[in-house]
């Protein structure tokens, strides 16, 4: 029995590894997981043997139940159903065909590499087919590549371990009972049938609480909320054994995709629990780890993994999405991000101690693969993710949008399909939720707090559209930004209401611009031309124009031949579904479209010349 005083050691020593952990990630910009790891393996029975897992291996397992409930709920609730809208499919996709994908492709290869049976090489496939939520979310927020793409591996993180989960306990009883392909389908169905309703009746259960039940504080919501993540973990793992962590995951997701006014005190405390949790696991699942087990495997197991990350994973995330509408320099990245971490690591020792006991071999060996699977994954994503979202140009500009009305989600809407990061900002639930419609990150609040404002990343924003219809709250929000957040003129682009207002904008240096003035403008340009049309007003001296070729004199001829007015220039050219950068030798054809720059002097005798 342990005696009490030296169960606190334990903690407070694993507490203060877990301190360092953080100190060491925020200086060298790494997961934290990582020097987790290392500390593990230090203080381990291998290198100073301060820590010894073997000496309380009777409540190890409650302790990594315990953890694994709270670091999943936590991955959920980041979950807002909502924002799930754009990326649906490929989620699905990545954490159902992908599984099964990963799975076949894992065990197929560990089987002919390591040369262990085929269910125990299954049993390592479905352990491993899942990327870990406690590692994908603190590296894609390292980075900052665009929303949909961090979007879609958290999601994925979230789902595919609950799936993995539920594989892995299929496999293990399929090397110990033997099942039969029809129980094994029956098994299957009943471990996701229970862990589906559990989740959703604890998540709608603590919602109605929440939302129209009893009035509970803010103190009490905490304390409400982590005796419904243990009862349901415990409820499902009773009834449908190997089902908590699916009803866990869902219960999360429920709740995270609900408006309740403790949400944001009980996200917080969800988070920095889950951190603790993750640090107590990976630093005693670490100080488990013996050398032999990797020594045993030797140069084949490192092969192995090494297949594992860059060639099934990338050939799962290709076939899964083949259909989708991301690029194929987003689909490598998400192919590069396969991580795995907590749920793998725990529940293959787990499993690992099961086998030992009913006298099958190869315990140890999972347990030896999977440890190497972690590490060299977690090393390999952690360290190099970075530069491999550089070198495919995947990490966009940060831009926030003051206003979700019609001309901000526009907007919103075409930053984001171009690729760019964009959060909306606006006071109203309900353009808010036509945003979210849109794949597009919105935050409701007032965007002169600067909690909101921090909330919805103007820290890292390197572009501010304001777009209101209040002068005066522009304005506000204008100062705001300067003043708080360092942001110059030159960031801070304002749709200015009231023509007489404009003066006080471009006082303070701010790119503003009239709806009213620009709408005259385009009008101006259409009359006595229909096929001109300007774009925009470039301060109060010049346009953007589109024109179309239709003058027989100039079609056939090279830019460079034809004598255009000194103050305008030339920047594209729209010939059916290509553009085309303008350059001295191109040569005009009949119907083109061209884009050109030109001061307001300019600009008719330009239309003159290409259009008749």
């Known amino acids: 029995m342990i005696e009490p005083i030296f169960l606190m050691e334990i903690i407070v020593a694993l507490l203060v590894l877990s301190m360092l952990a953080q100190v060491l990630t925020h200086y060298f910009q790494i997961p934290f997981i990582i020097f987790l790891f290392i500390e593990g393996i230090i203080v381990g029975p291998e290198v100073l043997n301060l820590l010894n897992p073997a000496l309380y291996s009777d409540v190890l397992s409650a302790i990594v139940s315990i953890c694994v409930s709270v670091i999943v709920f936590d991955g959920g609730f980041q979950i807002d159903w909502k924002h799930m809208r754009g990326v649906k499919k490929s989620v699905i996709k990545l954490s159902t065909l992908g599984v099964f994908i990963t799975f076949i492709g894992i065990t197929i290869l560990t089987h002919l590499l390591i040369n262990i049976s085929l269910p125990i090489a299954a049993l390592f496939g479905a352990l491993v087919t899942a990327t870990g939520p406690s ?124 408006e309740f006014p403790q949400k944001k005190m009980i996200e917080e405390f969800n988070n920095n629990l889950a951190v603790l949790m993750i640090s107590l696991i990976f630093i005693l699942l670490a100080a488990m780890l013996k050398f032999w087990y990797i020594m045993e495997i030797g140069l084949k197991g490192i092969a192995l993994v090494l297949l594992i990350a860059l060639f099934v994973r990338p050939v799962a995330v290709f076939i899964s999405m083949r259909s989708s509408k991301i690029s194929t320099k987003e689909k490598m990245f998400i192919s590069f991000v396969g991580p795995r971490g907590v749920v793998p690591t725990s529940i293959a020792t787990y499993f690992a101690i099961r086998l030992d006991e009913m006298g099958i071999a190869g315990g140890q060996t999972i347990v030896g693969l999977v440890f190497l699977t972690v590490i ?118 304002v749709r200015v209401n009231n023509v007489e207002n404009l003066p006080a904008f471009w006082d303070l240096g701010i790119r503003a611009m009239s709806t009213t003035m620009t709408t005259a403008a385009v009008m101006d340009s259409m009359v006595g031309g229909n096929n001109l049309f300007s774009m925009c007003e470039v301060g109060n001296k010049g346009n953007i124009m589109e024109v179309r070729v239709t003058n027989p004199k100039i079609v056939g001829k090279a830019i460079k031949e034809i004598n255009f007015p000194e103050k305008s220039l030339m920047v594209m050219i729209q010939r059916g579904s290509e553009s085309i950068i303008a350059h001295s030798n191109l040569k005009l054809e009949y119907n083109d479209i061209a884009t050109i720059i030109a001061d307001k002097s300019s600009g008719k005798s330009v239309a003159d010349i290409l259009f008749r």
């Not at 900052?144 to 892995?168: M, P, Q, W, Y």
């Not at 909306?424 to 404002?453: F, P, T, W, Y």
């Open 376 to 493: 060299i994954t977690v090393f390999l994503t952690g360290s190099m993710s970075k530069k491999v979202a550089q070198i495919l140009e995947i990490i966009p500009m940060e831009i926030l949008i003051i206003g979700g009305g019609n001309v901000g989600r526009i907007l919103a809407e075409r930053f984001e399909n171009r690729g760019e990061n964009v959060s909306v900002i606006d006071i109203s639930g309900e353009e808010c939720n036509r945003c979210r419609e849109l794949g597009v990150r919105a935050v409701q609040g007032n965007a002169a707090d600067i909690a909101v404002l921090k909330k919805a990343g103007i820290e890292n924003a390197k572009y501010v559209v304001v777009t209101t219809k209040k002068d005066d709250t522009n304005l506000l929000f204008c100062q705001i930004a300067k003043a708080k957040f360092g942001f110059n003129g030159e960031q801070l682009v």
């Open 135 to 258: 590692v994908v979310g603190p590296i894609i927020r390292n980075i900052g590549i665009c929303h949909r793409v961090a979007k879609i591996l958290e999601f994925e993180s979230v789902l595919n371990d609950a799936v993995s989960v539920i594989l892995t306990a299929l496999v293990f009883e399929w090397i110990t009972a033997e099942m039969s392909g029809t129980g094994a389908v029956i098994f299957m169905l009943q471990r996701v049938g229970m862990g589906l309703i559990i989740g959703s009746l604890c998540g709608f259960i603590l919602r109605w609480f929440f939302t129209r039940g009893i009035s509970i504080s803010k103190q009490p919501a905490r304390l409400f909320t982590l005796t419904f993540i243990f009862a349901c973990y415990v409820l499902s793992e009773t009834i449908g054994n190997e089902s908590g962590i699916l009803a866990v995951a869902v219960f999360g997701i429920i709740m995270g995709s609900t």
